[in-house]
């Protein structure tokens, strides 16, 4: 157990609705990452928080949106869902000081766009 | 811009077989470099990690050198087992380039028959 917590574990939707995917960080990480995981773009990195502010972006859609609340929880905010989003999201954190380039990854939230 | 690149798989073993997983890299200034394992069904699990030129992560036999000189991270164990089939996936975190999050390969499928 990694200590990251994500909810839900599995979420099917459809074409064009919203969706809202949920992360716990470790006790004590300030940084939150998201990725996602699909066949053919394997793990892509979407975005990072750090404390609160973003910190990083990579390749996220414009349709999709994340924020870290005062209490380090996450939420990646999905919306007008399209069939290529299915894929497995991954949220992962990292803490301070030796270890801040090592991020722990939660268990995932399988999303599939019907 | 920083990049990794991991051997094709699948690859399936006998158990007690060695294994190698080749994995390099391409990256401005000094990445921290990751093995990270999934298991059918689960998250990312951290597996090891390397910091810096000629450092040796190892984890449940598992072992893996930071080659500068060769900008490569090539995973090995001595003996699988069939409990370690999974995917395994090549990482890398540079602060210097990628503002700290993970760059991963596309994974390496192992399957290790008894």
């Known amino acids: 157990d990694s200590g990251v917590t994500q909810t839900p574990k599995h979420l099917i939707t459809a074409t064009g609705q919203r969706v809202t995917l949920r992360c716990s960080p470790r006790?004590?990480?300030?940084?939150v990452y998201w990725y996602q995981q699909s066949l053919d773009q394997g793990l892509q990195f979407l975005i990072q928080y750090y404390n609160g502010e973003e910190r990083a972006k990579g390749n996220i859609l414009e349709r999709f949106s994340a924020q870290q609340f005062p209490d380090l929880h996450s939420e990646l905010n999905l919306s007008s869902l399209e069939l290529g989003d299915s894929a497995l999201y991954f949220c992962?954190?990292?803490?301070?000081?030796?270890?801040?380039?090592?991020?722990?990854f939660g268990p995932g939230t399988r999303l599939t766009v019907l | 811009g920083d990049s990794v690149t991991q051997m094709e798989g699948p690859v399936t073993l006998s158990e007690e077989a060695f294994l190698t997983i080749n994995c390099t890299y391409t990256?401005?200034?000094?990445?921290?470099l990751f093995w990270y394992v999934q298991y059918p069904g689960e998250g990312l699990q951290l597996l090891l990690k390397a910091t810096k030129a000629d450092d040796k992560g190892s984890n449940k036999g598992f072992e893996a050198t930071y080659r500068k000189e060769t900008t490569s991270f090539h995973l090995e164990k001595g003996s699988v087992q069939v409990s370690d089939s999974a995917v395994y996936f090549c990482a890398l975190s540079n602060y210097g380039g990628s503002q700290g999050n993970l760059i991963f390969g596309k994974g390496t499928k192992l399957s290790v028959k008894p």
């Open positions: 990256a401005t200034g000094y990445p921290s």
């Open positions: 992962a954190s990292s803490g301070t000081g030796a270890n801040t380039d090592t991020q722990y």
């Open positions: 006790s004590g990480d300030l940084s």
